[in-house]
């Protein structure tokens, strides 16, 4: 069965550090693509990383670039994101999700079939 867990949200002060767990079963991140996306009340969800499976290559958003980074665990079902500079904007629930096969990997929602629960990331300014 396929899931997509994640864990490590909570609430910290502007500036702060927080690193998201996604823990997947069913699959294997050698042959996925993973993406984190993020939502904000009242927004619509949006992508913040990427990560390739077969060579771990990365992507960010504008929004993120330089202060979250997007790596895979040793063990192997794992991919986190670590979150440093927090800002209050970076406020909403965190997702991690599976990407479809083929697509053009833009960091796209409909690029994305199976999403995991989300975790809540609250930053206060």
């Known amino acids: 069965q396929v899931q997509l867990a994640e864990s490590g949200g909570g609430s910290v002060e502007s500036g702060s550090s927080l690193r998201l767990s996604c823990t997947v079963t069913?699959?294997?991140?050698?042959?996925?693509?993973i993406g984190w996306f993020r939502q904000a009340p009242g927004k619509p969800r949006e992508g913040v990383a990427r990560?390739?499976?077969?060579?771990?290559?990365?992507k960010y958003s504008d929004a993120v670039k330089g202060r979250f980074t997007i790596s895979r665990g040793n063990a192997g079902n794992t991919v986190y994101l670590s979150m440093n500079s927090l800002k209050s904007e970076d406020t909403g629930v965190y997702y991690c999700?599976?990407?479809?096969?083929?697509?053009?990997?833009?960091?796209?929602?409909?690029?994305?079939?199976?999403w995991g629960q989300g975790t809540q990331v609250t930053v206060s300014s």
């Open positions: 069913g699959f294997s991140l050698d042959f996925y693509n």
């Open positions: 990560i390739v499976g077969l060579d771990g290559s990365t």
């Open positions: 999700a599976r990407e479809a096969p083929g697509v053009e990997g833009i960091l796209e929602e409909y690029e994305y079939f199976e």
